[in-house]
Protein backbone atom coordinates (compact mmCIF):
# COMPACT_ATOMS: atom_id res chain seq x y z
CA UNK A 1 0.00 0.00 0.00
CA UNK A 2 2.80 2.66 0.87
CA UNK A 3 4.27 1.92 -2.93
CA UNK A 4 0.84 2.76 -3.78
CA UNK A 5 0.77 5.86 -1.96
CA UNK A 6 4.52 7.03 -3.43
CA UNK A 7 2.63 6.45 -7.01
CA UNK A 8 -0.25 8.48 -6.63
CA UNK A 9 2.52 11.70 -5.39
CA UNK A 10 4.31 10.63 -7.95
CA UNK A 11 1.65 11.00 -10.02
CA UNK A 12 0.36 14.37 -9.01
CA UNK A 13 4.08 15.83 -9.07
CA UNK A 14 3.41 14.59 -12.87
CA UNK A 15 0.40 17.24 -12.76
CA UNK A 16 2.24 19.52 -11.29
CA UNK A 17 4.55 19.45 -13.82
CA UNK A 18 2.37 19.41 -17.23
CA UNK A 19 0.87 22.82 -15.57
CA UNK A 20 3.84 23.91 -15.36
CA UNK A 21 4.91 23.55 -18.67
CA UNK A 22 1.46 24.74 -19.52
CA UNK A 23 2.24 28.17 -18.06
CA UNK A 24 5.96 28.77 -18.50
CA UNK A 25 6.59 32.20 -20.85
CA UNK A 26 9.78 30.71 -21.79
CA UNK A 27 8.26 27.73 -23.69
CA UNK A 28 5.64 30.23 -25.44
CA UNK A 29 5.57 30.18 -29.11
CA UNK A 30 1.42 30.76 -28.41
CA UNK A 31 1.24 30.07 -24.52
CA UNK A 32 3.19 27.57 -22.79
CA UNK A 33 3.31 23.77 -23.88
CA UNK A 34 -0.11 21.82 -23.50
CA UNK A 35 0.70 18.43 -22.71
CA UNK A 36 -2.91 16.94 -24.42
CA UNK A 37 -2.03 13.47 -24.31
CA UNK A 38 -0.30 13.67 -20.61
CA UNK A 39 -3.36 15.28 -19.76
CA UNK A 40 -6.06 12.38 -21.12
CA UNK A 41 -3.87 9.88 -20.01
CA UNK A 42 -4.78 11.25 -16.40
CA UNK A 43 -8.24 10.49 -16.84
CA UNK A 44 -10.11 7.55 -16.93
CA UNK A 45 -12.71 7.02 -20.07
CA UNK A 46 -15.57 9.14 -18.36
CA UNK A 47 -15.36 11.08 -15.22
CA UNK A 48 -17.27 13.22 -12.45
CA UNK A 49 -16.37 16.91 -11.56
CA UNK A 50 -18.14 18.46 -8.29
CA UNK A 51 -18.71 21.85 -7.40
CA UNK A 52 -20.44 24.15 -5.77
CA UNK A 53 -22.53 24.72 -9.15
CA UNK A 54 -23.41 21.00 -9.84
CA UNK A 55 -22.18 17.90 -10.65
CA UNK A 56 -20.79 16.97 -14.28
CA UNK A 57 -19.88 13.91 -15.82
CA UNK A 58 -17.30 14.16 -18.30
CA UNK A 59 -16.46 11.84 -21.35
CA UNK A 60 -11.99 11.59 -22.05
CA UNK A 61 -12.80 12.08 -25.98
CA UNK A 62 -11.83 14.39 -28.26
CA UNK A 63 -13.80 17.20 -27.37
CA UNK A 64 -11.71 16.69 -23.87
CA UNK A 65 -8.97 16.88 -25.53
CA UNK A 66 -10.32 20.01 -27.46
CA UNK A 67 -10.83 21.80 -24.31
CA UNK A 68 -7.48 21.12 -22.72
CA UNK A 69 -5.59 23.98 -24.71
CA UNK A 70 -8.74 26.46 -24.04
CA UNK A 71 -8.22 25.59 -20.07
CA UNK A 72 -4.79 26.12 -20.01
CA UNK A 73 -5.43 29.61 -22.02
CA UNK A 74 -7.81 30.45 -19.58
CA UNK A 75 -5.39 30.26 -16.81
CA UNK A 76 -2.81 32.18 -18.73
CA UNK A 77 -4.78 35.10 -19.66
CA UNK A 78 -5.54 35.51 -16.32
CA UNK A 79 -2.09 35.69 -15.22
CA UNK A 80 -1.46 32.62 -13.45
CA UNK A 81 1.99 32.20 -12.84
CA UNK A 82 2.20 28.90 -10.69
CA UNK A 83 0.40 25.87 -9.13
CA UNK A 84 2.23 24.29 -6.54
CA UNK A 85 0.91 21.69 -4.94
CA UNK A 86 1.53 22.57 -1.13
CA UNK A 87 0.17 18.98 0.93
CA UNK A 88 -1.41 16.12 -0.49
CA UNK A 89 -2.69 12.99 1.62
CA UNK A 90 -3.43 10.01 0.51
CA UNK A 91 -6.12 7.36 1.21
CA UNK A 92 -5.88 3.78 0.15
CA UNK A 93 -9.01 2.47 -0.37
CA UNK A 94 -8.82 -0.35 -1.71
CA UNK A 95 -5.92 -2.12 -4.33
CA UNK A 96 -7.74 -0.40 -7.24
CA UNK A 97 -9.27 2.60 -5.50
CA UNK A 98 -7.40 5.70 -3.72
CA UNK A 99 -8.74 9.23 -2.36
CA UNK A 100 -6.23 11.97 -2.90
CA UNK A 101 -6.62 15.30 -1.19
CA UNK A 102 -4.67 18.00 -2.67
CA UNK A 103 -3.80 21.17 -1.01
CA UNK A 104 -3.04 23.68 -4.17
CA UNK A 105 -0.78 26.73 -3.82
CA UNK A 106 -1.66 29.31 -7.35
CA UNK A 107 -0.16 32.40 -7.77
CA UNK A 108 -1.13 35.36 -10.35
CA UNK A 109 -0.25 38.53 -11.39
CA UNK A 110 -3.18 40.81 -11.87
CA UNK A 111 -2.95 43.29 -14.57
CA UNK A 112 -2.08 45.97 -12.18
CA UNK A 113 0.86 43.94 -11.31
CA UNK A 114 -0.46 42.95 -8.30
CA UNK A 115 0.56 39.39 -6.83
CA UNK A 116 -2.24 37.08 -5.85
CA UNK A 117 -2.17 33.83 -3.71
CA UNK A 118 -4.88 31.53 -3.55
CA UNK A 119 -5.05 28.51 -1.91
CA UNK A 120 -7.50 26.05 -2.14
CA UNK A 121 -8.04 21.87 -2.08
CA UNK A 122 -9.38 19.15 -4.37
CA UNK A 123 -10.54 16.00 -3.26
CA UNK A 124 -9.68 13.19 -5.97
CA UNK A 125 -10.55 9.63 -6.61
CA UNK A 126 -8.16 7.43 -8.54
CA UNK A 127 -8.61 4.12 -9.72
CA UNK A 128 -5.39 1.69 -10.50
CA UNK A 129 -5.55 -0.26 -12.96
CA UNK A 130 -3.11 -1.89 -15.35
CA UNK A 131 -0.38 -0.52 -13.61
CA UNK A 132 -1.43 3.41 -14.17
CA UNK A 133 -3.22 6.11 -12.30
CA UNK A 134 -6.91 7.91 -13.65
CA UNK A 135 -8.46 10.67 -11.99
CA UNK A 136 -12.62 8.72 -12.20
CA UNK A 137 -13.62 11.73 -9.43
CA UNK A 138 -12.80 15.52 -8.57
CA UNK A 139 -14.51 17.36 -6.12
CA UNK A 140 -13.54 21.08 -5.72
CA UNK A 141 -14.27 23.92 -4.12
CA UNK A 142 -16.50 27.55 -5.98
CA UNK A 143 -12.69 29.01 -8.07
CA UNK A 144 -14.93 31.27 -10.41
CA UNK A 145 -16.22 32.92 -6.81
CA UNK A 146 -12.29 32.60 -5.79
CA UNK A 147 -11.06 34.01 -8.26
CA UNK A 148 -13.89 36.73 -9.08
CA UNK A 149 -13.07 38.12 -5.50
CA UNK A 150 -9.54 38.48 -6.07
CA UNK A 151 -10.44 40.59 -9.04
CA UNK A 152 -8.65 38.06 -11.65
CA UNK A 153 -11.83 37.07 -13.95
Known sequence: MDSLKQKVKAFFQD??????RALDGDNRIEGGVDDIEGTVNAFAENFIEANPAGVIVG???DSFRKMIPKGNEFYRS????SMKIRDIEVTVLNEYHVLATVDWDSRYE????KAIAIEFQVIYLLQYRDDALKIFSYITGDEQKALKEAGLI
Not at 78 to 81: N, P, S
Request: net charge neutral; no cysteine; aromatic share 12%.
Open 15 to 20: YEDRFA
Open 59 to 61: KND
Open 110 to 113: RTDG
Open 78 to 81: IGTR
